[in-house]
């Protein structure tokens, strides 16, 4: 069954830097793109990264543009994001998602999540 | 970029009501629209895609319509398990953008 597990959140301090990571299985990684969807408490869903399978496309919210880069290890199964310059505004559950692909094609519905890992921002 | 406007932003109802909420993209998105369920402390469910697709195992009192910027997702007989908070989110362009959600609660 495919599943997604997150780790590696916490609390920082603002101007601090986290790496969250994602450890994936039940399906051939490097096939799909993957991304990252944050929440902020009690607040709805954004759309923060896209990554290619391949790892030559990569798009990202103009908010994290700078701070933040994902990147995977495909060997390992893995996606990263690496959260850099952070602000307590980025405090959310960053969230990895598959995204859906159909006939040699993707689409970035995302079909399967992970349960999330909390960062928290603040002095 | 592409706003996603849900309407309403809370509604309350009873079990077996028939339910449907509305998702209106700033610009045509032609069916590249998805919906999810989310309860709290939970990660999102995807429920539909391409505006009308019901993902795999989704009880099919769920369906979806819709296409350009007007979208509908209908509950045909409201369940115990729906009450949820519910997001659409279009895929036609990046950023990718989610509506506002839409709180389904017990009446």
């Known amino acids: 069954e495919v599943q997604m597990v997150e780790s590696g959140g916490g609390l920082v301090q603002p101007g601090e830097s986290l790496r969250v990571s994602c450890a994936a299985s039940?399906?051939?990684?490097?096939?799909?793109?993957m991304s990252w969807v944050r929440q902020a408490p009690g607040k709805g869903l954004e759309w923060v990264a896209n990554?290619?399978?391949?790892?030559?496309?990569?798009h990202y919210v103009d908010s994290v543009k700078g701070r933040f880069t994902i990147s995977r290890d495909n060997a390992k199964n893995s996606l990263y994001l690496q959260l850099n310059s952070l602000r307590p505004e980025d405090t959310a559950v960053y969230y990895c998602?598959?995204?859906?692909?159909?006939?040699?094609?993707?689409?970035?519905?995302?079909?399967?999540w992970g349960q999330g890992t909390l960062v928290t921002v603040s002095s | 970029d592409i706003q996603m406007t849900q309407s309403p932003s809370t509604l309350s109802a009873s079990v077996g009501d028939r339910v449907v909420i509305t998702c209106r993209a700033s610009?045509?998105?032609?069916?590249?629209l998805a919906w999810y369920q989310q309860k709290p402390g939970k990660a999102p469910k995807p429920l539909i895609y391409?505006?009308?697709t019901l993902e795999s195992g989704v009880p099919s009192r769920f369906s979806g319509s819709g296409s350009g910027t007007e979208f509908a997702l209908t509950i045909s007989s409201l369940q115990p398990d729906d009450f949820a908070t519910y997001y659409c989110?279009?895929?036609?362009?990046?950023?990718?953008?989610f509506g506002g959600g839409t709180r389904v609660e017990i009446k």
């Open positions: 039940g399906f051939t990684f490097n096939n799909y793109w």
């Open positions: 990554m290619k399978g391949d790892g030559n496309e990569i």
């Open positions: 998602a598959r995204v859906y692909c159909s006939g040699g094609r993707c689409y970035s519905y995302f079909d399967w």
């Open positions: 391409e505006a009308s």
């Open positions: 989110q279009q895929y036609t362009t990046y950023p990718i953008t």
């Open positions: 610009q045509s998105i032609s069916s590249w």
